[in-house]
């Protein structure tokens, strides 16, 4: 009986404890990153962009005037009026869908523990050259445990495409044509 009394004042004076921090995810995989690990990042950006202009332009102006010559109540009365009007209007549309994989390096690890990561990958094929750079900083959270992330976690974000080649000067004016389009014609 006493050492049941024994054991039900112990059991009350001890407060049950975690091993976990409060908050804290048991399972969660707790990595730590260093300047030079690699993670694989899938970008995966769509953008939309929409405008749309309307303008509507009214002037009139006019001119009224009277004549009259001597004491005889009939004169030359001149009236003019001089107006112009136009409307204006435009839309554009434009759709972007990219996605695709490049290996970024960590460049640094900043206090906050977030982790600043930056990759360029250079695809040159018969000619036709396509370079990627990205750059942005990931919170060590948003990285899988198989090194993955997305870029859609990335803040400050910098996605530069560029291409060379016949293909990338396809799209691009020539100087006769933007000369003849800055002029007007």
């Known amino acids: 009986m006493l050492r049941c009394a024994i054991l039900c004042l112990l059991h009350a004076s001890l407060a049950a404890q975690?091993?976990?921090?409060?908050?804290a995810d048991p399972y969660a995989a707790k990595r730590r990153f260093?300047?030079?690990?690699?993670?694989?990042?899938?970008?995966?950006?769509?953008?939309?962009?929409?405008?749309?202009?309307?303008?509507?332009?009214?002037?009139q102006a006019g001119l009224n005037a009277a004549l009259s010559m001597g004491s005889t109540s009939a004169g030359t009365n001149i009236t003019g009026s001089l107006g112009t009007s136009g409307t204006n209007s435009g839309s554009t549309h434009k759709s972007n869908q990219f996605t695709t994989t490049v290996t970024v390096r960590v460049e640094k690890l900043r206090e906050d523990g977030g982790?600043?990561?930056s990759g360029m990958r250079l695809v040159d094929l018969d000619g036709e050259e396509e370079k990627l750079s990205v750059?942005?900083?990931l919170r060590p959270e948003d990285v899988a445990l198989d090194s993955s992330a997305s870029s859609t976690r990335l803040a400050n974000e910098e996605v530069h495409l560029e291409g060379k080649g016949t293909a990338a000067r396809g799209g691009k004016l020539g100087?006769?044509?933007?000369?003849?389009?800055?002029?007007?014609?």
Not at 18 to 23: A, P
Not at 39 to 45: A, F, P, S
């Open 175 to 185: 100087w006769i044509h933007w000369l003849l389009s800055w002029v007007g014609l």
């Open 18 to 23: 975690s091993l976990y921090m409060d908050g």
């Open 115 to 117: 982790l600043e990561v």
């Open 135 to 137: 750059s942005g900083v």
């Open 34 to 59: 260093r300047p030079g690990d690699l993670i694989q990042l899938t970008i995966d950006e769509a953008m939309v962009a929409d405008r749309q202009d309307n303008q509507a332009v009214s002037r």
